[in-house]
Each structure stands twice: as C-alpha cells, then as structure tokens.
C-alpha cells in the first residue's frame, strides 16, 4: 500500500516543507455569467498579476520557495470540464518541478463528472485518464488510490495518505436522498484497510492525510451537509494511531486551523481556502483565495517533546497585484503556527510573568520565544486568546504584527 | 420600480427610470421622421439593420432607441443623405416599433395578499394590446393611412389596401382579437386598442378593490388571454392578404427592456428560439440585470448563433472615434461650417499617443517641444519621476535622439501621466498649505480632439451636448480654430459635474439602523471612492509607467457595493470591459472588469486610458489605509466633492 522509497529527498532532513493548494476550478472562458474562477484557460498568462497561475509562478520563483511535497486537495477543473482538467493538471506538474517537489493530489467532487455531462457511463475517466497519473505518478499506488479509495505515499521522513472522498459519486441509488454527489464519504471497509496499513511502525516523523472533503461538520459553516459521511471514523482512527496526524483538506474553500474532535493525539484539521474560485454568499468577504507552504520542523518537535509541531505561510491571491502575504480577514493570517496545544490562560500567565520581570517592562516576541519555543507553535486562534488575556486580564499592551504578536509592554 | 434589500440598505433595480443628462436629446419623445433628420448613422446601425434577431446593449443616452426608430418605415422615407438609400436597400423587413410602457407591470397597491393571477395576467394583457397596437400603426404606415406631417420623398415597402380590404382587414383583426371596433378600418382597430388599455386600467383597479374588500375574483374577460405572438402571426397574415404583398418578414423592436417586467422579459429574450420565423426581434436593454440569468441557460439563445449581439458602448474609446467624428461633420455643416478634421476644430489632445500626433516640422522630442517642457516640469516637482528617469536612463535633453525608436513609444504612452500630475500633484518641495492656492488657473487639459472624443464614449447625445455647448461658446467668443482650449475642457468639465450630479439623483433608501459608517450611500458614492482611489494611483502616488486604471469586481466586494455598480453601468458611468468573446449582457458583475467612464475620470483628474485591472475590494482598501490624497492639489481639480 505505501511507498517507501523514492528517487526524491527532503533537501533539508530536518524540515519538511508541503506547499499546498485546493480547490482551484478551472475553467475555460469566457463564462456565460459569472465566472467560476479567476483560473481561466483562455486568458492569456503573459499577466501575471492578472492570473493566478503565472502568479503563482511568479511567487515561486522571486520567493525562491522550494517543498518536498505539493499537495492539491481536489477540484482542479469546475464541474469537471475536461479541456480545464488537463490545464490544471499541467500546470500542477509544472508548479512541483519549479518547486522541487513531488505531486500528490486528491479527487474532489468537480472532479468526477458524477452528473455525466461529458460521459454517458465513467464519471472517472477523465480523471483516470490524465497524464502524468493522477494523484500521484507511481502507477501502481494510483491504481490502488482508485481501487482502494487511498494510497500511501513515504519519503523519508513523511507519510502521506492521500483518501478519495468522492469515490462513489456517479453512483450510489438513484433514490439517495441526498444524492452521493451532494456529500464525502469514506466507507467502513476503506477505514478497515486503512487501519491495517497503518499498523506496522513507520519511521516518518511527519504523517499527513489529504482529502478533498472536511471529514466533519463545523458549526456556521456546513449548512448543506456535504461533509464527509462517517468522517468521524477517520478522525477516531487517526486518534488511535500511535502517530499525531495532520488532516488537509478543501472542499468548502474556508481556510481554518482546528483540532480534531477526541483526546490529545486527535488529528489537526488543516481546512484550505480556495485556490482561485470565486467565492460566493457570506464567506465572499471573510475568507480569501489562498496558497500555502507549510513547514514541518523535525527537530523542533523532538526537542520540545512533542508529537508534530509545524508553521503555515499563507499568500492571498489579488487581482492587479498577484499573490501577497494573507491578511488576517482573509482566513488564514500570513503566518502561524501549530502543535503546541498548552492552554492560552497558562500562555498568557507566562509571558505577562516574564514582561514583569524585564527593566523596562518590554519584551519582544522573539525573546518569548527564546524562553519558550513551544509558543511559535501556537495555532491562531489561541494566540489570538492570549492577546485578548494579556490585554484584559494581565493588562499587558500587546503590539501585533501579521498575525502574532511583535513587542509587549506594561 | 423594482427594489430589493441588500444589508439594511434598500437598493433600487434597474426598473427605475435613471436620469440622463441632456434629456432634450432623448429620442424617445421623438417621431421616426424627426429621428431621421438628423440621424447619422454608426458602424452598429449596419449590423442592427439585417433582418436577424438582435439584442442591443447600451447605458442610458447610448443611442438605443434612436437606432431602433431609425428602422421603422416612415423613418427610412424621410431619411435623406447616401446611407439613406443604402438602408432602404437593405432593409427589406416592416419594422413594429414597441416602447416598454409602466402599464405592463400592473401591481396590487393595497395591504394583504393580493389576487396572484389577475395583476400579472392584466400586465400581459396591456403588454399585448401594445405590441398589437404597435403593428396596427405599421399596417397604417405601409398602407399609406397615416396622416403625414410631412412629404415622404422616398416611399419605401408600401403596400396598395383598397377600402373594400380595409374593411375586411379590420373586421378579421376584430374578431381574432376579440376587439369591439365601431369604425371598420385600421384607425377604428387602432382606436379599440387604446381603448382597450384603458379597459385593462379599470380591470386593475377593480380587481384591486375586490382584494382589498375581500371579494370574490370576477372573471377576466377572454382578450386577456390573447398572446402576442399568435395575435400578431394572424394580423400579419391578414394583412398580407388583405394587401395582397405575399409573405415578408416583420420586425419587433422592443425598446428599454430593463423597464419591463422581468417574466415580459424573459420571454422576449427566449423568443429567437422559439417563435414563428417571420418575425424578427431586436430587442433593446441596458448592461446589466439579474435578472437576465435566463440568458445563461444551456438552452437560452445564443449571441453569434441565435442573435447578434451589439454594443453600444466602447471599452477601448478608438472604436468611437470614427462615429464622432462622422457626428462632428454633420453639425458643423448644419451650422454652415466648413467640414474640416476634428484636429483643426480642436487641435491635438495631450492625451494622444497617435504618433502622427508628435511629427512636426523640428523634432517633436527637441529640447524647446512641449513633450521635454512637460517632463522637465514634472521632473522637478515629482522625485518619484525624477527616479523612475534615472532608473531607465532618460535623459531630458537628449529626448529627440533615437525619435523613431522604442524610447519615443515610451515617452509617447507616458504622456498621459505627465499631464494629469504636473496639472493636479502638488510639487513635493511644496509645504502643505491647504489655504494657498496655486498661482496658475485650472488647466485646460480635457481638450483636443482625443480627449473630447474619449469623454463622450461614443455616445451622441452626450457628444451632440458637449460638442453643442462648446459651439455655442466658441461662437460667443469669436469663432476660430481650434476652438479654445479653456472653452473645451469648461465644456467637458461642465458635462462632467452634470452627470454627476445626475448620478446623485439615483435613489437609495438606506435604513438608517442598519446602515454602516463607510459603507456607500449612493451610486455616486461608489463612483466617487473608485475615482478617489484611482486619483491616488495615479496622480498623487509614486509615479508608475504603468498604474492600475481600471478594475476587476471580485469575491471579497461587498453585495450592496456591487448592485451600486449595476446602477453605474446601466447609467453610464462605469464601462464594461469585456474579454474577447466574453458577454455582452450581464446578469452578474463579479468577475468582471470595468473602468469608469471617461467623463467621470476627468472630474477625477485621470487620463483617459485603459489601463491594467485591480481588484475592486483591493482599490478601495486603500482609501481606508491612506486617508485623503494630501498630495494632490484639490484646489485645481474639477472633480465634484
């Protein structure tokens, strides 16, 4: 089931870098209304801060960003149009050689042509057909992917499963209500298999799974239900496993950074932001297009003594002026951490302690970080707690940067 | 007047009436044979002209209807002038000329739930009486029965109706139509038409009373259930008997469709595909509606194969030059003027990259030409341009070496720029006094051909106004050529706050509770925070060869921003700037890119140019980050405040 060997390493043993990307729905222009995406096959890509594609280039290059891996969590084309598949696809392959990494993707529900408008019986096959392989180049783990609803892949230090959730769209009754295009889902006997072949010890120090769909419901987001059925079986899975696991995933193109429902080692849930749709209803002004690399410091987990710790740089896509660090209205800041699960009220106690304790009264945010390293690893929702803590209850005045704090005082 | 509730505010569709400027111009109040007399024709009205259905798009004051009437019979007759034959050559369909009339949304004034079936039916019932009406005056122009105001020198598909067919003509239509007529000719049919409308009025109000008092519905009578199209497919056989003219095409032009009912509209805009193929339909609308999704069907009718699609307005402003300037011959011989270019009526714009523009006698680029003055200018009131010269090796006096190179194409597309900050930029070495003002009077720099055709965008009555006014003040100052500079640009400037203020006019009815400090209030209010932003990037920031100059609607655009839009287009003061091939009608304008209209740029101090696209939420955030353009020199904008 997995790969254990591949012609392709980590140039940096210590650190695994991913650069990710979800949900980008292709399409070729002009759109009779309005557009899907702004990732239109007929525009011209000579403008780079009029795509998002040579954008995207443009990013890699001047940034110099290199990963191990680039992973695309599903809905490459819109409504699964073939012509815009293939130029997804294409452009995936060149973005990872740019990078100097290995592409992994996923099936997302525009993916497979579940309502049949380009084929009378294979909702599959364009996507089986794409060349290279789809998701992943090694034959024999993207017949198991089809086969069997997921792969593994390993590279030294990261394992990476890559599930389909929308692996029974185009079937499914007739009568289903609501129809198994409308929602993921992840059979028992795939989480069965699953489990077996996640029993023998790995040595990888960082285990990810991609998905397209979110694999549970989260309150104010999921209205119509289509997260992924019997999605809490995976999260349980993952929590009994003797790694600590990141789940990535696309889907509902609202970027967020949360812990799995379960005990401590319950997974991390990773919720990419679309890559270039555009974005419709209430999320249109609060969440934003977004890519992102993250980086998973080996050492620093094993020196902090914990399971998986990692930081996430976020670009928001702007027409007229390209790809540019995150905001923090657009979802996910322009960076942040994860790993570090100490609770904020104790966080806040510690970092008020050693602002009073300072002459003057101030502290940089490095040097709370050189006392406390852990803290980088701090997800944005609780390091947006301990500000609110330091500043109510510690009457500590924090100054804040894009997305973490940069200089406290009293 | 349709409205809808977008975040507390109440936003006005495009069913409302937008004002325009220069009303008197309006062709709607007009009879086709005064429409004709001074009618010059565009490259459009060609491609309008061919018997195949056809939907025409424009802002208000585009020339919509003025093109539509132009077809109609007594039009073509009285039409003088060489295109005047060429269209009656090529016109070899009877036109039906149907303007939307508010009767066609009937709607229950009172409290409670209204009669759901009767209001809509008695609209339908008005919008076919008018339809039937329309043809019934056509019958009459081609069968001569109208009284004419006028001799027609060029009859044009008339037809011979003899009393005795009269008669029968009318009696059949009668019967069909369920029409009670008590004069037996067309005029009589005619007359129970219009006297019908008033039947359905009181229909209206007597089905309303009934509601309100909680009555029993009385029964509609049987002529509301008359369809158009198959009234008019047997009118019109009826008269082709009658007159004896054998089977021919018909045109149905349908006029400022935004006003008209949306399920009115829907069916006019489904009717290519579906209806008796004798009839042709041009149908006439403004940009934008939501309501025009029944476009983007996979089986509505397609521009390119089910209809021709026409627009009226010129995202690149070179595509109304031709138009204007044919405009500007006519009115300068009907003033008795010598039909000379436009660059001797009103020398070159500053905003010209025609390179014709800079050959002269010495080099265009010599150190004493206006082009060296004007960078010379810049460079010591602007560091950021002083920088951008030294960065690309230019040299200020040595500008006319290499004149016919790639650099001149540069110093050329610069120009543009130039102008607009060495007009409205304070110099940095100035102290920011806001009281002083500067020595030098507003600049003229809307003037020149170039810039006067941009301004007008391809529209008539806006050119026929401007142009107008500009004629009359040149004439009051002595007439000579070119005209003016300061006559011009206070012409242009004129129009400009004109129109602004018309688009203040545009109601929106905000909830006072709901409403957010910094969210638009109005229509000019989005126009005013665009043309603020652009004015930033161009004129008061650092100077960018290359500045963002118009824009893409994106996700993160708010809902109450974008139905403002949707009223600036369809007035005319933003333009679409479609992608190849791309649509012409919108039902949406996300995704989509527009500039503003060049009018509007100007009383914003922009050049008017297409320039690259930023996104809309991006453009104006950065009027919340950067506050007021306190480098520019308000007092010597025209812009309104």
């Known amino acids: 089931m997995s790969d254990a060997a591949s012609p392709e390493s980590s140039q940096d043993e210590s650190i695994v870098r991913v650069a990710v990307l979800s949900d980008i729905h292709a399409f070729h222009g002009p759109a009779k209304g309005e557009p899907p995406s702004y990732a239109d096959e007929a525009k011209a890509e000579d403008q780079w801060r009029q795509h998002p594609f040579p954008g995207l280039t443009a990013l890699i290059k001047t940034s110099k960003l290199k990963a191990d891996l680039l992973l695309c969590c599903g809905d490459l084309a819109d409504k699964a149009e073939p012509g815009a598949m293939k130029y997804c696809w294409a452009f995936l392959n060149e973005t990872a050689k740019l990078l100097g990494a290995r592409l992994c993707a996923t099936a997302g529900n525009h993916d497979i042509d579940s309502r049949y408008g380009y084929n009378a019986f294979d909702a599959r096959g364009m996507m089986q057909n794409l060349t290279p392989t789809f998701p992943v180049r090694e034959g024999r783990l993207a017949d198991q992917y089809w086969a069997r609803q997921f792969c593994i892949v390993q590279s030294g230090s990261w394992r990476l499963v890559l599930v389909n959730s929308a692996a029974y769209h185009g079937q499914g009754s007739d009568d289903a209500q609501p129809p198994e295009y409308a929602h993921g889902r992840i059979a028992q006997s795939t989480i069965e298999r699953l489990k077996d072949a996640l029993t023998p010890p790995t040595n990888a120090a960082v285990n990810l799974l991609a998905i397209h769909h979110h694999p549970m419901a989260i309150g104010g987001v999921d209205e119509d239900g289509s997260y992924m059925a019997n999605g809490e079986a995976l999260i349980d899975l993952l929590a009994m496993d003797r790694q600590m696991w990141l789940i990535i995933h696309g889907h509902r193109h609202v970027p967020r950074l949360l812990h799995g429902q379960g005990g401590n080692n319950a997974p991390l849930l990773f919720g990419c932001g679309s890559f270039s749709a555009l974005l419709r209803g209430r999320w249109a002004t609060s969440a934003g297009n977004q890519f992102y690399m993250l980086e998973f410091p080996i050492g620093a987990a094993s020196s902090l003594g914990l399971p998986l710790v990692g930081r996430f740089r976020s670009w928001d896509w702007h027409i007229g002026l390209g790809w540019e660090h995150a905001t923090e209205s657009s979802g996910l800041p322009g960076a942040g951490g994860f790993g570090c699960r100490e609770h904020s009220g104790a966080v806040a106690t510690k970092v008020a302690d050693l602002v009073r304790k300072r002459s003057p009264a101030t502290v940089s945010w490095l040097e709370v970080l050189a006392k406390y390293p852990q803290f980088e690893f701090l997800m944005p929702a609780d390091i947006a707690r301990v500000r609110t803590e330091l500043e109510s209850s510690k009457s500590i005045r924090v100054q804040w940067g894009a997305g973490y704090p940069t200089e406290l005082s009293l | ?641």
């Not at chain 2, 489904?270 to 042709?280: E, G, K, L």
């Not at chain 2, 070179?318 to 003033?335: I, N, P, V």
Request: with cysteine; charged share 25%; net charge positive.
């Open chain 2, 1 to 641: 007047m349709g409205c809808g509730v977008s975040h507390g505010v109440v936003i006005v569709s495009a069913a409302f009436e937008l004002p325009s400027q220069f009303e008197t111009f309006n062709a709607r109040s007009l009879r086709p044979d005064e429409v004709a007399r001074t009618f010059v024709p565009p490259e459009h009205f060609w491609t309008i002209a061919k018997p195949s259905h056809t939907m025409i798009v424009g802002p208000r004051g585009s020339g919509k209807t003025t093109l539509l009437k132009m077809l109609q019979q007594p039009a073509l007759e009285a039409w003088h002038g060489e295109d005047a034959g060429r269209a009656r050559r090529q016109i070899g369909y009877t036109s039906v000329f149907i303007p939307t009339d508010r009767s066609w949304q009937i709607r229950f004034g009172g409290v409670g739930p209204a009669n759901s079936d009767a209001f809509p039916r008695l609209g339908q019932a008005a919008f076919s009486t008018h339809v039937l009406r329309a043809l019934v005056g056509a019958f009459r122009h081609r069968s001569g029965r109208t009284v004419d105001l006028m001799i027609h020198r060029f009859p044009h598909r008339r037809a011979q109706l003899s009393g005795k067919a009269e008669r029968e003509l009318s009696s059949t239509l009668a019967g069909a139509w369920r029409l009670p007529v008590s004069v037996p000719t067309l005029a009589g049919v005619h007359l129970a038409l219009t006297e019908r409308l008033m039947e359905i009025r009181m229909l209206a109000l007597q089905v309303e009373d009934r509601t309100r008092h909680q009555l029993p519905a009385t029964e509609l009578p049987e002529f509301v259930y008359l369809t158009f199209v198959e009234a008019a497919v047997l009118g019109v056989e009826a008269f082709e008997t009658a007159a004896n003219v054998g089977s021919g095409k018909w045109a149905m032009l349908f006029d400022e469709l935004e006003l008209a009912p949306a399920a009115i509209r829907t069916e006019l805009i489904s009717a290519p595909r579906s209806v008796d193929d004798r009839f042709i339909f041009k149908l006439s609308l403004s940009p934008f509606s939501k309501e025009l999704g029944a476009l983007e069907r996979p089986d509505a009718p397609a521009p390119g194969h089910d209809f021709v699609s026409v627009q009226l307005s010129y995202p690149r402003k070179e595509d109304g030059y031709g138009f204007c300037r044919a405009l500007l011959s006519q009115m300068l011989r009907a003033r008795n003027l010598s039909d000379v270019p436009a660059e001797e009526v009103f020398g070159r714009s500053v905003f010209s990259t025609d390179p014709v523009a800079y050959r002269k006698g010495k080099s265009a680029y010599g150190p004493d030409s206006a082009i060296t003055r004007d960078y010379k200018e810049l460079s010591r009131r602007d560091e950021s341009f002083r920088v951008y010269l030294d960065e690309r090796g230019i040299d200020l006096n040595n500008l006319h070496e290499g004149s016919h190179s790639q650099r001149a194409a540069e110093v050329r597309k610069l120009r543009a720029l130039v102008a607009v900050r060495n007009a409205f930029r304070r110099a940095d070495t100035d102290e920011h006094k806001p009281q002083r003002l500067r020595s030098r009077k507003a600049p003229a720099l809307y003037a020149g051909a170039d810039a006067l055709f941009a301004a007008v965008e391809g529209n008539p009555r806006l050119f026929i106004g401007i142009i107008g006014g500009i004629f009359d003040a040149a004439t009051g100052a002595g007439w000579r050529y070119p005209i003016s500079r300061p006559i011009q640009s206070r012409e242009v400037e004129r129009a400009s706050h004109r129109f602004l203020a018309l688009l203040r006019t545009i109601p929106v009815i905000s909830d006072e509770g709901a409403f957010q400090q910094g969210r638009p209030k109005g229509v000019l209010d989005v126009i005013r925070n665009i043309g603020e932003a652009f004015r930033k990037e161009i004129v008061s920031g650092p100077f960018d060869p290359e500045p963002f100059g118009s824009f893409t609607v994106d996700s993160h655009s708010a809902e109450t921003t974008v139905d403002l839009l949707g009223l600036a287009l369809n007035s005319g003061g933003i333009v679409y700037v479609p992608d190849p091939d791309g649509a012409e009608v919108l039902s949406s304008l996300r995704g989509k890119r527009f500039r503003l209209s060049y009018l509007v740029a100007a009383a914003y101090g922009l050049p008017p140019r297409l320039d690259k696209a930023v996104s809309l939420s991006r453009l104006l955030s950065t009027l919340e980050h950067s506050g007021a353009s306190g480098d520019v020199d308000v007092q010597r904008l025209p812009g309104i405040n």
